[in-house]
Structures are given as structure tokens and as C-alpha cells.
């Protein structure tokens, strides 16, 4: 099985797992909470008004309208029934819809008998006024329905599970003859006391009661309601019920409705009595559906609801009809399509981290799984629709945490190998390179071009015979790490130390497209290094410490070569071993760094060269120009001397050796390859030979 396979499998398998511990958390109801928490905040952020929004009115009594009340007619609380009777006029003159009082009165007006009836009269003179009716499962005064209370006459088909009310409580009769339907106001918040479902019918004594909001919309419009087992169809409307026949609320903000103080309304119906202007425009009513309600701190009727805070309680009724009559009461998500979208959201989360190796890309891949969850829930919440935002977050987070760890105990397996197998030959660097892109690394050997490093010390010989091996090691070991930190700070890998030789090469295990131009920087680096420790090591050896260097380009096979038990990361190949000719090859020009035209060729003239010779290695038959590279500042000070010395190469070429030589000896003094030249040339003059191709042939290693 291929890499790239493995982490797919991996990644699929955290996600497969994630997705089932999620789900399986769902079916125990272990995310309800954390559900909530996201349906809460879906609501704040995406609630808005409906097209039948601007079709309801509220009025609230509210501190300011207890305020004026006791100001302008000294009433305390509870107001007498008959002062809700401008209220009621008020309305009734406008023309509204439907009123429905979100107040259950179960006791007689302590102010006496022609109270209540002054209330009941303005329900009868109004014909629209629907009370509120407490249908309750433990407390309440009545187990029947009462002859004075006007029963439901909706026609109504099919069936479905409905909430089933043992007990209930009913307005009084006195006020109930003037009123044409009662609704239940007994609203059951979730477990976390927000209230976002609402029963819209409610079994009592085999009868089906209306909802307030619902009572209020019948009253301005009979229709028939048709009971399905997942939606209660209104009219030609379906509205989604859960399994306990309750409607998700579909909330439209805090200050969604026209709302209007009591206080207003009520000198409103005052002053159209005694013939006066309403304060309030009465065409704002007109046609609209008016619920009454409290939102007076002491009146205890604030409701904690998805928008946050607390909120007046007929707002939760309000919401319930104004979704009745724009038809877009939430939807639950069909489960099965919640499992297939967690399944999915869980399998990316997976994928996102085995599947990326840089940790950015990975942190971002994941931030894009989490986001994808939401965004859905977001959309699908949009257009109306509860999706399981818990249970697809849950299966992302477990998978994440799950793929985390599988990658982190295979991958640390596989960094732990890189660093035990290349930490004596790689600097930390490219090591950290080698573990963000461990694709890169073919173990058991790869042909691919390289620029090798050969190195020796002259007369090392010498040195060592002149140390006890104490103070060979120390001196030895100074300069083997000063030169290994040059080389591995351009990236180079350390193939191996043979006594003083270094061995070491660029492009491999990593890529470095600019190996040519790191070996031969990291070469004069070297050489300026010892120029810099050589007064040192005189003082330790008596001797002076010079390095020929050797580099060529080429191709080569490079990996780890040995047995499964004990190998070496090393190369292969011809260029190698003229990488190791060149080297040598110095001792014939006494130069001390000397390159071939396949790594000049690759300088892109970033490192001033001279050309020293056309030479033929031993064991080759093949030709090869050689350069000798060096610093700006050397170049410019042996301008003068190279120029010359170019002149005298191309009388050599030529087999003109009288005149090379003599062009050589002229600047044999200042520069040591013109000395050796000029030896060469002498002896050629002598004893010319019969072919001259210019080739300088080497006749040792």
C-alpha cells in the first residue's frame, strides 16, 4: 500500500470513528444541550422578519402604563376589569383581525360583579376577543370542558400525537360569555428553560384545544386542520411538528412586532369615548392581529428565548402566529440526512490532517472542516431548516483529535527514523526540511544529480607523524567541525570523514536546485576558514595547513546503501569518482580548489573562475576542462596575472609551447599554475609530440 494510500485510510477511518461516537452521543441525547446553545445562536444571527410580521400588533403592559394608571386614576395592581375596556373599544374601532388576551383571569374582579361584566360587554360588543385558557398536565381547576366556554368548531381529520391535558384552567364565566374561543397559553420550555417549541393543539376531555396564537387565527379565518404524524395542516398550510406534535419556532428578533404600551392604547379608547382624536393611529390596527400581554418586571410573565435575555411571553405567541400565517415555522432535518452530512463533515475533518503534512496547511484544512459544519447549519437554518449542528461539530472535533493521533503515532515513527538516520550527516536545517516533506526521501538509493565535495589536507602525512594521537584528535576534530559547519550550513550532506578527507555533497535528500552554486560557495568558505585557523594550527602542529578541494556536477545514485542492520547514507557513480580525480588533480597545478565545467556551467557566472586545463584524469578517456574558482576580491587583485595566464593557456592549446612558456614564465613568480606551466611547456618544446590535441594528461591519481 502506497503512502498517499495509507493517509487516505487513515484519515478515513478518524472520520468513520468520529462520525460514530458523535452519532452515537445523539442517540443518548449527550449533545442536546450543546445543540441548543447552536440553535440560540443561529436565531440571533440570522432571525428576520416574515411576510406576516407586519400583520400583528402587541400590546404591552408595561411599568410605564402601571405608571400611569396610578398617577392618573390611582389604581394599584390588579386594575379593575372595566379599565380594559377602552382597550378593548379601541381595537374593536379599529377594525382588527382577532384579539387575544395572553392573561388567564380565574378569579372574579375583586371590584364586584358589573366589573367583569363591564369587560364581558366590550368582548361581546368586539365579537374577536379570544382568552387565554391554562391546559395543564398536574394543576388546574377543571378535568371537563365547560358549558359557558365556547367549544372548538374546526373541522379537523387524521391523527397524530398530541400532548394530552388531564387538568385545566378556564377564564371565569362572568367574562367568558362575551368571547368567542379560549387558546392554551401552557408553553413548556426545553430542558435548559428556553422556549423554543410550541404546542399548536392540545387534547382535553376528547376535545381538541386550540393554541392562543391558533384560536387567534381561526377567529379571523375558520379553516380546517388536518393531524399527520410529523406536521398539523392548517388550511392548505403543512406546518412540521415534531414527534410530540410541537412546532419549532421560528423567531423574528426582539423588536420584530409593533408593539405599543397599554397606557397609550387605553387613553386612546378613553379619549375616542368622549369624542376626542386617538392618540394612537387606528389604521395601524386595522386588519392586524392584536395580542395583549405583560412585559412589567413585577407582572412575572418574561420569558427566556433563543434571541437571549428574557423576553415579554405573548412575544413567544406572537411568533407562533406570525409563522402560522407566513407558513415557515422551522423544519427538523430529516435524521437520516443529519447522519449523512456528519458522516461526511467527519471523514473531511479525518482527511484534513492525515492527508497534509506542512502544520499550517493542516491547521487550515481543519479550520475549513469545522467551518463547513457550520456554514451548513447556517444555510440550512436560512431557508428555514433545524439541522444537527452539535452532532457534525462533535464528529468533526473526535475526528480531528483521532486523526491527530494516529498521525502523530505513525509520523513521529517515521521523524524519529529521519533524525536517527541522517542527524550525523545533515544539518538540524535540512533535517527539519527532510521531516516537513519526508516525501522527498527515497530510501535505498535514487539517481539524481549532484555536486560532490572532495577534500584532503596536504601533507597530512607529515602533521600526524609530528602529534601524539591525543593532540592529532584535537587538532584533527577543530578542523573537521569547523569545515563541517560550512558545509552543512549551505545544506550540504556529510557523506563520510576518511582520516582528514571530507566527503559531502548538495541536491540530496532534498532538492536544492542551486547545489552547484552552495558546493562551490561552501568550498571557498572552507578555504577561507583554514586561512583563518592556520596561524592557530601552526602553533599546535608546526605545521601549515593547506586543502585541496575537488568538486564536480553529475549524476549519481545517493541513498541509504548497506545491509538492514548497518548502512550509510552515501553516493555512487562516475562523477563521484572524478569529484575525487580533481581533487587530487591540484597537486599538478598547486592550486587548492578546482572545479569542472559541469558545476561552472551551473554558476550562471555568480563565481569568478580561471580556466587551468583541459585535462584526462587517470582511468578516463575522457576529456575535461577544469576551472579554478575564487573570491571577487582575489579575482580582482590576480586580474592582471590570470589575463596573462588566459593568453598562455591558449598558446598551450595551440601547441605553441615556446611562446606559452615564455608567457608563463613571465608571471611564474606570482602565480604557481604559471610556474607549472612553464615546466610543461619547456618540456614539450623539447620534445614535441607527434599529435597534440591540447589535453593535458594526468599519468596519476
Excluded at 514 to 543: I, N, S, W, Y
Amino acid at each position: 500500500m502506497s503512502r498517499g494510500l495509507k493517509k487516505v485510510m487513515a484519515g478515513l477511518m478518524a472520520g468513520l470513528l468520529g462520525a460514530a461516537l458523535a452519532i452515537g452521543a445523539l442517540s443518548l441525547n449527550l449533545l442536546e444541550s450543546l445543540e441548543a446553545v447552536t440553535f440560540d445562536l443561529r436565531a440571533r444571527v440570522l432571525s428576520r422578519p416574515g411576510i406576516s410580521t407586519d400583520d400583528i400588533r402587541i400590546i404591552l403592559l408595561d411599568q410605564k402604563s402601571l405608571d400611569w394608571s396610578k398617577e392618573q386614576f390611582g389604581l394599584g395592581w390588579p386594575w379593575p376589569r372595566q379599565a380594559y375596556v377602552p382597550l378593548v373599544d379601541f381595537c374593536r374601532e379599529a377594525g382588527v383581525a382577532a384579539l387575544a388576551f395572553d392573561v388567564v383571569f380565574t378569579e372574579p374582579s375583586v371590584y364586584g360583579v358589573n366589573d367583569d361584566a363591564a369587560l364581558a360587554d366590550a368582548f361581546k360588543k368586539m365579537g374577536r376577543v379570544t382568552l387565554a385558557a391554562d391546559f395543564a398536565r398536574k394543576d388546574g381547576s377543571a378535568t371537563a370542558w365547560p358549558d359557558y366556554i365556547p367549544a372548538p368548531l374546526f373541522p379537523l381529520a387524521g391523527d397524530t400525537t398530541l400532548y394530552t391535558s388531564p387538568v385545566a384552567t378556564f377564564p371565569i364565566q362572568d367574562l367568558a360569555v362575551g368571547i368567542t374561543g379560549v387558546g392554551n397559553v401552557n408553553v413548556s420550555p426545553d430542558a435548559d428553560t428556553i422556549y423554543r417549541r410550541i404546542p399548536l393543539l392540545i387534547k382535553f376531555d376528547d376535545r381538541y384545544a386550540p393554541s392562543l396564537p391558533l384560536s387567534a387565527a381561526l377567529m379571523a379565518e375558520p379553516l380546517s386542520i388536518t393531524l399527520a404524524p410529523t406536521s398539523v395542516t392548517i388550511g392548505s398550510t403543512p406546518i412540521p411538528v415534531t414527534n410530540k406534535g410541537e412546532a419549532i419556532l421560528n423567531y423574528r428578533g426582539k423588536n420584530a412586532y409593533k408593539a405599543y404600551s397599554a397606557a397609550s392604547i387605553m387613553e386612546s379608547g378613553m379619549r375616542m369615548a368622549d369624542g376626542q382624536e386617538s392618540l394612537v393611529d387606528l389604521n395601524d390596527f386595522t386588519g392586524k392581529y392584536v395580542f395583549f400581554g405583560f412585559s412589567a418586571t413585577g407582572l412575572f410573565d418574561l420569558r427566556p428565548t433563543p434571541l437571549g435575555g428574557v423576553s415579554p411571553g405573548v412575544l413567544i405567541n406572537a411568533t407562533a402566529l406570525d409563522n402560522m400565517l407566513s407558513g415557515d415555522f422551522m423544519y427538523p432535518m430529516e435524521l437520516r440526512v443529519d447522519i449523512l452530512t456528519t458522516i461526511l463533515f467527519a471523514l473531511l475533518a479525518g482527511l484534513s490532517v492525515t492527508l497534509f503534512r506542512n502544520l499550517w496547511l493542516t491547521i487550515a484544512a481543519s479550520g475549513v472542516t469545522l467551518a463547513l459544519p457550520v456554514g451548513f447549519a447556517m444555510g440550512t437554518y436560512y431557508y428555514g431548516i433545524w439541522s444537527g449542528m452539535a452532532v457534525q461539530l462533535a464528529s468533526c472535533f473526535t475526528a480531528l483529535f483521532l486523526a491527530g493521533a494516529i498521525k502523530y503515532a505513525t509520523e513521529g515513527r517515521q521523524k524519529r527514523f529521519i533524525k536517527s538516520a541522517f542527524k550525523q550527516y545533515l544539518s538540524p536545517k535540512v533535517i527539519d526540511q527532510l521531516l516537513a516533506n519526508p516525501d522527498k526521501l527515497t530510501l535505498g538509493g535514487e539517481r539524481r544529480e549532484l555536486t560532490i565535495f572532495f577534500s584532503d589536507l596536504e601533507g597530512f602525512t607529515s602533521i600526524s607523524e609530528g602529534l601524539n594521537p591525543e593532540e592529532l584528535t584535537s587538532v584533527l576534530n577543530d578542523y573537521l567541525t569547523a569545515m563541517t559547519n560550512i558545509i552543512q550550513s549551505t545544506g550540504g550532506t556529510v557523506d563520510k570523514y576518511e582520516g582528514d578527507a571530507i566527503i559531502a555533497f548538495w541536491n540530496a535528500p532534498v532538492d536544492q536546485p542551486d547545489h552547484a552554486l552552495r558546493g562551490v560557495c561552501a568550498a571557498l568558505d572552507c578555504q577561507q576558514k583554514l586561512a583563518e585557523m592556520r596561524p592557530e594550527l601552526f602553533k599546535r602542529t608546526g605545521k601549515s595547513f593547506h586543502m585541496r578541494i575537488g568538486l564536480n556536477t553529475g549524476p549519481a545514485v545517493v541513498g541509504n546503501l548497506g545491509s538492514h542492520d548497518r548502512f550509510d547514507y552515501t553516493m555512487l557513480g562516475d562523477s563521484v569518482n572524478l569529484a575525487a580525480r580533481l581533487e587530487s588533480v591540484n597537486k599538478q597545478f598547486a592550486t587548492y580548489t578546482m572545479i569542472s565545467r559541469a558545476t561552472l556551467e551551473q554558476l550562471h557566472g555568480k563565481v569568478p573562475v580561471r580556466e587551468l586545463s583541459c585535462l584526462r584524469v587517470v582511468g578516463k578517456d575522457q576529456a575535461v576542462v577544469v576551472y579554478e574558482p575564487m573570491t571577487e576580491k582575489d579575482y580582482e587583485e590576480k586580474k592582471e596575472v590570470l589575463h596573462i595566464f588566459s593568453r598562455g593557456l591558449e598558446h598551450f592549446y595551440a601547441g605553441d609551447f615556446e611562446k606559452g612558456r615564455e608567457t608563463f614564465a613571465s608571471i611564474a613568480e606570482k602565480d604557481p599554475a604559471a610556474s607549472r606551466y612553464e615546466a610543461k611547456c619547456r618540456m614539450l618544446a623539447k620534445n614535441p609530440p607527434s599529435l597534440w590535441d591540447g589535453v593535458w594528461s594526468m599519468t596519476s591519481k
